[in-house]
């Protein structure tokens, strides 16, 4: 959960990158590492294995201070997506505001999607979180591979769900990444607004918000899969 630290007028919020194993949260964060502003990010840390791109998480703080000088932290982690690593995925959950799910939109990864996000609904519930109401975008990766399944069937599987509508990304090719990342961000402001008054005492609208967390600055895209 976010957290608020009155003598430093700073706001630490986390944002996590959660999925199935290879379904691209770490090229997500590559490539908002590439896209975003140089001054309003941090170094990338990536850990790789032979197993899994992600063994613990990739981190990627982004910082903005508002008119009235509230010092605003947001950090982002993506989890490892093989099931072994079932409690670092938890750790890596734990107090986080927002989540991003990538899932694969190749037909054979259908069922580890499904699989994956029951996975995250199950982990927020013993973290005493529900998945209902957390700040939750739904992102479908890898458009760019041949047979990917059909946007429309997507959305229309997904139509009754309050993730709805789901974003469309190839984050191999920078596409639909920062898009994604907005989304959250839209569906984020709300709640910190309601707890931490953000338009009224510190000036900053959802809008500004988005802006200053999204704003890009660069143009080469990061070839990681």
């Not at 982002?76 to 670092?88: E, K």
């Not at 995925?89 to 694969?104: E, N, P, Q, Y």
């Not at 639909?176 to 910190?192: A, D, H, I, K, T």
């Amino acid at each position: 959960m976010a957290e608020y630290l009155a003598p430093e007028r700073k706001l630490m919020l986390k944002v996590v990158y959660y999925g199935p194993a290879l379904s691209g949260k770490t090229t997500n964060l590559m490539q908002l590492h590439t896209l975003l502003q140089p001054q309003r990010k941090g170094e990338l840390m990536v850990l790789e294995t032979r197993d899994d791109r992600t063994l613990f998480f990739d981190v990627l703080p982004i910082g903005l201070r508002s008119a009235t000088g509230l010092d605003l932290r947001l950090k982002l982690y993506t989890v490892p997506g093989q099931v072994q690593h079932d409690s670092t995925r938890k750790a890596v959950l734990s107090r986080a505001d927002g989540v991003i799910f990538v899932a694969d939109s190749q037909p054979a990864q259908q069922d580890n999607n499904a699989n994956a996000f029951d996975n995250l609904a199950d982990s927020l519930q013993k973290l005493g979180m529900d998945i209902e109401q957390l700040p939750l975008v739904v992102q479908f990766n890898k458009r760019d591979v041949p047979g990917a399944v059909e946007e429309a069937e997507l959305q229309a599987r997904w139509a009754a769900t309050p993730w709805a509508p789901l974003s469309m990304a190839s984050a191999l090719n920078g596409v639909g990444v920062v898009e994604s990342f907005r989304q959250l961000l839209q569906r984020l402001y709300p709640r910190l607004d309601a707890e931490f008054q953000l338009a009224e005492r510190e000036g900053l609208s959802r809008d500004d918000f988005v802006r200053h967390l999204s704003s890009l600055g660069g143009t080469a895209h990061a070839q990681v899969r």
